[in-house]
């Protein structure tokens, strides 16, 4: 739980983030990914990030891929990734809170 709760909380969001949004969302547009700015994405990439960030969390897809959605919003509007950044981090917060408080594990 000491290195878990931490990992879950503050690298996996910015790893994921990166990955899903800061990478993937643009990489959908155009192969030179760097030159897409994230409010140019549009809807089907968004929507594609999405559904692969949802498929990477097993059975946990249905949420993640909404939240992936609500991320990749944050993203699109913003024109930033530290949003969906600390966005994502509450949400494993809560999501841990979740586990080990009221010993949820299924959601871990």
Known sequence: MLARIPASVL???IAEELAYRGYLLRRLVSRDFTAVSFEASGAWPLLASA???GAAH???WPPAAIAGLAYGLLVIRTG???EAV???AATNG???A???LGNRWELW
């Open 11 to 13: 690298i996996v969001p």
């Open 51 to 53: 559904v692969v960030f």
């Open 58 to 60: 097993g059975t946990m």
């Open 80 to 82: 930033r990734i530290g």
């Open 86 to 88: 600390c966005a994502h």
């Open 94 to 96: 809560l999501i841990a």
């Open 98 to 100: 979740a586990a080990v």
